[in-house]
């Protein structure tokens, strides 16, 4: 009879539960909190159906956890556990989609040049140097703005095949290589032309009543110079005074991309209104004329600089400000910041452009036979303007300075009739031809529509805001 015997175990049972217990937890931490790497793997992932597919994060966390959504087809890397004890997670990281290194987009940055751009994009110096002496076009090129892009396409052998710039959502520029060298293309869009309506009530300025409307700067401009005949906007502006706009829209595929001409216009100036309508006779010419066809252009404007405050009037006794004696101040100065351009007054032709005296730099324009004006204290001549130049009504002819006896950057303007100074606010001059009597019907057909459109757009704000 063999007798058995029961080995005693070697750690206590106390010391067996307390182990036991631990390894539970091991466990149980390995579950809850995995490692570091698969934590950020898990955030990529997580990012990228948030990015991609804008499912709530809940979501991603039960794609992970083995749940029904994980099986389901799905764009993103899958999740995998090899086996029921694994403490890791494996990740199927996406394939790099393969890239053509015949192309490239290049987004200007702040210091780039062209010659810059062209290194980044692996092509030598004197590839800039063949692309810009190809066509004298192909400067525009160098033009660069901050944010504007640039696609490259090379060839096999890494040479430049074709280039591509938007300049605006109207107009690109592309350079292609021919057997013949580089040939430089401008690419216009057509958009179509719809007209919108802005109506606004100046209460500190013209430019904030029109931003406020919607204007942008270029119609606020031209606004003003329609009614720069009748109106100086130097000193005739009052609270109060309105205006209503009926200009042309410019879009892309429904986007507005831009403005046109002012078809129509009212400007209320001092109780006083003003109507203008753009016309295109048969001879293809196109001005501004009144709702009864007569022009609203005249042979002077009243001011020839835009918006500027008049800081002295026409004076036969007036203390001169450096010289500190009483002279005769034969025209009105209009202070403005320097390099504001100034405009010819009318059409006629130049019979000084030079400095003279204390006048400074000056501009003399003879207008026909009795009308002469005179533009003093300039910064400098714009680009033409010397003697015997002709210039049109409008023309920039220099800029605002302090040359010569000035105490600050302001236009001495003078006016003069058969020699004599005379007040160039109190001047009136005949208006231009009105529309010619055979164009009258046609005028009318065109105008009545766009002055009821005014009347009608005008009665439905006004409807709005009492309501």
């Known amino acids: 009879m063999t007798n058995s015997k029961t080995t005693a ?57 083995g749940s029904d959504l994980a099986k389901a087809e799905s764009p993103f890397p899958s999740i995998s556990a090899p086996d029921s004890t694994a403490t890791d997670i494996a990740v199927t990281e996406p394939a790099d989609e393969p890239q053509d290194k015949r192309e490239h987009t290049i987004t200007v940055a702040n210091g780039d040049t062209l010659s810059t751009i062209f ?60 057997s013949k060298g580089y040939v430089f293309k401008k690419e216009q869009i057509k958009p179509q032309i719809d007209s919108g309506y802005a109506a606004g009530r100046i209460e500190s300025s013209l430019f904030l009543a029109a931003k ?152 003399v324009i003879q207008h026909g036979q009795r009308y002469r004006t005179l533009y003093a204290h300039m910064q400098g001549f714009a680009k033409g303007i010397r003697n015997g130049s002709t210039v049109k009504q409008g023309q920039i002819i220099g800029y605002i300075g302090t040359t010569g006896l000035s105490t600050g950057p302001h236009l001495h303007y003078e006016f003069q009739v058969n020699g004599v100074h005379v007040d160039p606010l109190s001047i009136k001059t005949a208006m231009a031809d009105p529309i010619a009597k055979s164009e009258k019907q046609r005028f009318l057909l065109q105008s009545k529509p766009l002055l009821a459109r005014m009347d009608k757009e005008r009665s439905t704000m006004l409807a709005l805001n009492k309501q």
């Open 119 to 178: 290194t980044k994009v692996g092509l030598p110096s004197s590839t800039v140097h063949d692309v810009l002496a190809s066509q004298k076009e192909a400067k525009q090129f160098t033009r660069l703005r901050v944010g504007q892009t640039l696609e490259f396409k090379l060839a096999e052998d890494g040479s430049l095949e074709s280039l591509h710039s938007s300049l605006s959502k109207l107009e690109s520029i592309r350079l292609e290589r021919t």
């Open 9 to 65: 175990p070697l750690y206590p049972k106390s010391h067996i539960l307390a182990a036991s217990g631990v390894a539970a937890l091991l466990s149980l931490a390995l579950l809850v909190f995995p490692s570091r790497e698969v934590e950020a793997r898990k955030t990529f992932i997580d990012l990228g159906l948030e990015q991609q597919d804008e499912k709530p994060q809940s979501q991603a966390v039960e794609a992970k956890a």
């Open 212 to 363: 406020q409307a919607g204007l942008s700067h270029n119609l606020t401009m031209d606004l003003a110079n329609i009614f720069g005949y009748d109106i100086d906007f130097a000193m005739d502006i009052r609270t109060g005074d309105s205006f209503e706009v009926i200009y042309e829209e410019k879009t892309v595929d429904g986007e507005r991309v831009g403005t046109g001409n002012i078809l129509a216009a009212r400007f209320t100036n001092r109780g006083k209104t003003h109507t203008a309508v753009r016309y295109t006779n048969a001879q293809g010419v196109s001005s501004y004329y009144t709702a009864d066809g007569d022009s609203m252009r005249k042979a002077f404007i009243r001011t020839p600089v835009d918006f500027a405050r008049i800081s002295s009037r026409f004076s036969n006794g007036r203390k001169h400000p450096i010289l500190n004696k009483i002279r005769a101040h034969k025209g009105v100065d209009y202070a403005a910041p320097r390099g504001t351009p100034i405009k010819a007054a009318g059409d006629g032709k130049v019979v000084l452009a030079g400095r003279s005296g204390g006048y400074g730099n000056t501009v």
